[in-house]
């Protein structure tokens, strides 16, 4: 295998990043996707709670200002003239009909209001229950309350007209307390006739009846009619114009179209069943829709809560009929405690599985393209280096056949790496053999002190025995250790410690014969071998080095004076003895001398 197919082979791992780089990018991709298509259905299905909301919201105000029209008690009939009903039908334009029925829910009358909606549509007749028996009995136990608790709402308002007659004799009429007590009393004041409404959710059947144009149920306003006795007489219904939900819906899906998404859902759940058309979404995936956790897989759910039937009698009851007009924030609160109908925009995961295909093309369309450009950059490479190298093999080879470097060395070098590879060569030989020299020295030297290290003196110590065999001369191991050494290192700092351990080695090197061998094992130990002495030249050898220490101070830079002793152990070395048991014998010596004190030499007994 030549060198070129090599290059061509060693980077083809570079493939590898650029696939998992395209990889990543998809997955980063698929990952905004998911993102953004999550946010899109949750800000839709908030836009449209918003939308869905301010409709009901203000049908509930205008119903609200219409009651107060069909509140007043009947004199002489038992249901309000038609030009009443028309005129409250006009009146209102979120409403598609009025319907009159009697005490039990059976209808009397009806009239379609003239919006764009229902003005061409032909009035029919409706037969049967319209209200369902609980609206009824809901809405004549509603009345009957308000009916007894008349007489309660009269004494506030005495109460509280007396209580701001008081304030209003004492001049306290820029007050906190003046100020809303005149508010409570206009609202009691225009609301306390107001009779109760009840709201309900259906009519599927009469609104087929009636041919409106919306399909199923709707919200049912409901007031009951009384005559001045005090008796309900009847009941009035108004129907909301489903087709205001429908618009919000169409213009959400509408939205979402723009949007180049095609297979979505903008759709009314009311607990768990669809009151609005569906197309993609399963409808049994409500039951456990939960958007936070929703798989991508199953599609995209934005789900928010709307005002419904609970949430507008949830307010009409709070409220008391002493506040008309609802908040949005208000409402909000009340659409998270009470709804049971909720807003769902639902993505269809076939939406999701196309763009990602889209994507794939993209990122598959990039990798070839990048993998093309990376062969051919590499074939490049390759050429350049192999013809190099080739070269650089033709001038090699004419240097060996004419043994002659500087031939080699007049030859032209290349203007790039494989150029400099050449001129390198031959600097790189004539450094080896420095450089091994230098690596010698410091594998046998301590760093700090210049002398020997251990495995450098053992070495030394088994040449010197094997010449005293040989010669039958003596030979002395001499082991040093720095008394209280450690607290130079902590009263003047471990450098200062270094300048003493370097200050012994020259006090060593001045006594010690050029025959001897001086070493630092480790810390502050020091062991020299002392060739051919004889007993009484060892000890006098020892004793100088003690003595000149002693008398020697360390003297810093700072003018600083540091003291310091030395404790040995001076013993001879028999030839039948090996390196390791001679140095535990001086080993022992030079503990006895910390044990008598230290700054003595112990020597071997004969």
């Given at each position: 295998?030549?060198?070129?197919?090599?290059?061509?082979?060693?980077?083809?791992?570079?493939?590898?990043?650029?696939?998992?780089?395209?990889?990543?990018?998809?997955?980063?991709?698929?990952?905004?996707?998911?993102?953004?298509?999550?946010?899109?259905?949750?800000?839709?299905?908030?836009?449209?709670?918003?939308?869905?909301?301010?409709?009901?919201?203000?049908?509930?105000?205008?119903?609200?200002?219409?009651?107060?029209?069909?509140?007043?008690?009947?004199?002489?009939?038992?249901?309000?003239?038609?030009?009443?009903?028309?005129?409250?039908?006009?009146?209102?334009?979120?409403?598609?009909?009025?319907?009159?029925?009697?005490?039990?829910?059976?209808?009397?009358?009806?009239?379609?209001?003239?919006?764009?909606?229902?003005?061409?549509?032909?009035?029919?007749?409706?037969?049967?229950?319209?209200?369902?028996?609980?609206?009824?009995?809901?809405?004549?136990?509603?009345?009957?309350?308000?009916?007894?608790?008349?007489?309660?709402?009269?004494?506030?308002?005495?109460?509280?007209?007396?209580?701001?007659?008081?304030?209003?004799?004492?001049?306290?009429?820029?007050?906190?307390?003046?100020?809303?007590?005149?508010?409570?009393?206009?609202?009691?004041?225009?609301?306390?006739?107001?009779?109760?409404?009840?709201?309900?959710?259906?009519?599927?059947?009469?609104?087929?009846?009636?041919?409106?144009?919306?399909?199923?149920?709707?919200?049912?306003?409901?007031?009951?009619?009384?005559?001045?006795?005090?008796?309900?007489?009847?009941?009035?219904?108004?129907?909301?114009?489903?087709?205001?939900?429908?618009?919000?819906?169409?213009?959400?899906?509408?939205?979402?179209?723009?949007?180049?998404?095609?297979?979505?859902?903008?759709?009314?759940?009311?607990?768990?069943?669809?009151?609005?058309?569906?197309?993609?979404?399963?409808?049994?995936?409500?039951?456990?829709?939960?958007?936070?956790?929703?798989?991508?897989?199953?599609?995209?759910?934005?789900?928010?809560?709307?005002?419904d039937v609970a949430v507008l009698n949830a307010h009409e009851s709070r409220v008391g009929f002493a506040e008309i007009n609802m908040l949005t924030k208000e409402l909000k609160n009340l659409a998270r405690k009470f709804s049971f109908t909720k807003l769902l925009v639902y993505v269809d995961p076939l939406e999701r599985e196309y763009r990602l295909k889209e994507i794939g093309w993209r990122?598959?369309?990039?990798?070839?393209?990048?993998?093309?450009?990376?062969?051919?950059?590499?074939?490049?490479?390759?050429?350049?280096?192999?013809?190099?190298?080739?070269?650089?093999?033709?001038?090699?080879?004419?240097?060996?056949?004419?043994?002659?470097?500087?031939?080699?060395?007049?030859?032209?070098?290349?203007?790039?790496?494989?150029?400099?590879?050449?001129?390198?060569?031959?600097?790189?030989?004539?450094?080896?053999?420095?450089?091994?020299?230098?690596?010698?020295?410091?594998?046998?030297?301590?760093?700090?002190?210049?002398?020997?290290?251990?495995?450098?003196?053992?070495?030394?110590?088994?040449?010197?025995?094997?010449?005293?065999?040989?010669?039958?001369?003596?030979?002395?191991?001499?082991?040093?250790?720095?008394?209280?050494?450690?607290?130079?290192?902590?009263?003047?700092?471990?450098?200062?410690?270094?300048?003493?351990?370097?200050?012994?080695?020259?006090?060593?090197?001045?006594?010690?014969?050029?025959?001897?061998?001086?070493?630092?094992?480790?810390g502050e130990e020091f062991l020299c071998l002392l060739s051919g002495p004889t007993r009484q030249d060892a000890q006098g050898i020892a004793e100088r080095i003690r003595k000149q220490l002693q008398n020697s101070p360390l003297v810093l830079d700072d003018g600083t004076s540091v003291s310091f002793t030395?404790?040995?152990?001076?013993?001879?070395?028999?030839?039948?003895?090996?390196?390791?048991?001679?140095?535990?014998?001086?080993?022992?010596?030079?503990?006895?001398?910390?044990?008598?004190?230290?700054?003595?030499?112990?020597?071997?007994?004969?």
């Amino acid at each position: 295998m030549n060198i070129r197919t090599r290059i061509i082979i060693s980077l083809l791992p570079v493939l590898l990043p650029i696939v998992m780089m395209d990889i990543l990018e998809y997955r980063s991709e698929r990952e905004q996707l998911d993102n953004s298509l999550s946010h899109m259905v949750s800000y839709a299905a908030s836009v449209g709670t918003r939308e869905l909301n301010e409709v009901f919201r203000a049908s509930y105000d205008q119903f609200h200002h219409t009651a107060a029209n069909l509140s007043q008690c009947l004199v002489d009939s038992e249901s309000p003239s038609n030009d009443v009903m028309e005129s409250v039908l006009k009146n209102t334009s979120k409403f598609s009909a009025l319907i009159l029925s009697d005490t039990q829910g059976h209808e009397r009358r009806t009239l379609l209001s003239i919006s764009p909606a229902t003005r061409h549509m032909l009035r029919r007749n409706i037969e049967g229950q319209l209200l369902s028996v609980e609206v009824v009995e809901r809405l004549k136990a509603d009345y009957q309350h308000w009916l007894d608790n008349k007489d309660q709402r009269l004494k506030r308002f005495a109460l509280l007209s007396n209580e701001l007659e008081s304030l209003r004799k004492q001049g306290e009429l820029m007050s906190r307390r003046f100020r809303l007590l005149s508010h409570q009393l206009s609202h009691l004041s225009e609301h306390q006739d107001h009779l109760p409404i009840v709201i309900s959710f259906g009519g599927e059947a009469m609104i087929r009846t009636l041919g409106l144009p919306f399909a199923n149920n709707s919200l049912l306003f409901s007031i009951p009619v009384q005559n001045c006795n005090g008796k309900m007489v009847g009941i009035i219904t108004l129907i909301l114009d489903w087709t205001q939900v429908e618009d919000v819906l169409f213009r959400l899906r509408q939205q979402l179209n723009l949007q180049d998404l095609e297979r979505v859902d903008v759709a009314l759940f009311y607990r768990h069943a669809a009151i609005t058309p569906v197309r993609y979404l399963d409808r049994t995936k409500i039951l456990v829709a939960e958007p936070q956790k929703s798989d991508p897989d199953d599609g995209y759910m934005g789900i928010a809560n709307v005002v419904d039937v609970a949430v507008l009698n949830a307010h009409e009851s709070r409220v008391g009929f002493a506040e008309i007009n609802m908040l949005t924030k208000e409402l909000k609160n009340l659409a998270r405690k009470f709804s049971f109908t909720k807003l769902l925009v639902y993505v269809d995961p076939l939406e999701r599985e196309y763009r990602l295909k889209e994507i794939g093309w993209r990122m598959a369309g990039w990798s070839m393209l990048s993998m093309a450009i990376l062969l051919l950059m590499t074939l490049g490479i390759a050429h350049s280096i192999t013809n190099g190298l080739k070269k650089l093999e033709q001038r090699m080879n004419y240097a060996a056949h004419n043994s002659s470097e500087v031939a080699f060395l007049q030859q032209v070098y290349r203007a790039d790496e494989i150029g400099q590879l050449e001129r390198v060569f031959h600097f790189m030989l004539k450094k080896l053999a420095e450089k091994e020299q230098q690596l010698q020295t410091l594998a046998s030297t301590d760093n700090l002190t210049r002398l020997m290290n251990r495995h450098a003196f053992t070495v030394a110590a088994d040449r010197a025995q094997a010449l005293a065999k040989r010669n039958g001369s003596d030979i002395y191991l001499l082991l040093f250790d720095l008394d209280y050494f450690k607290n130079i290192n902590d009263r003047f700092g471990h450098s200062t410690g270094d300048l003493a351990l370097c200050h012994f080695t020259q006090i060593l090197k001045q006594n010690l014969r050029s025959v001897d061998s001086p070493s630092r094992i480790g810390g502050e130990e020091f062991l020299c071998l002392l060739s051919g002495p004889t007993r009484q030249d060892a000890q006098g050898i020892a004793e100088r080095i003690r003595k000149q220490l002693q008398n020697s101070p360390l003297v810093l830079d700072d003018g600083t004076s540091v003291s310091f002793t030395v404790s040995g152990g001076l013993c001879a070395w028999p030839v039948n003895l090996s390196y390791d048991q001679v140095f535990v014998q001086v080993d022992k010596l030079l503990y006895e001398a910390k044990k008598q004190g230290r700054n003595c030499i112990v020597i071997e007994p004969n």
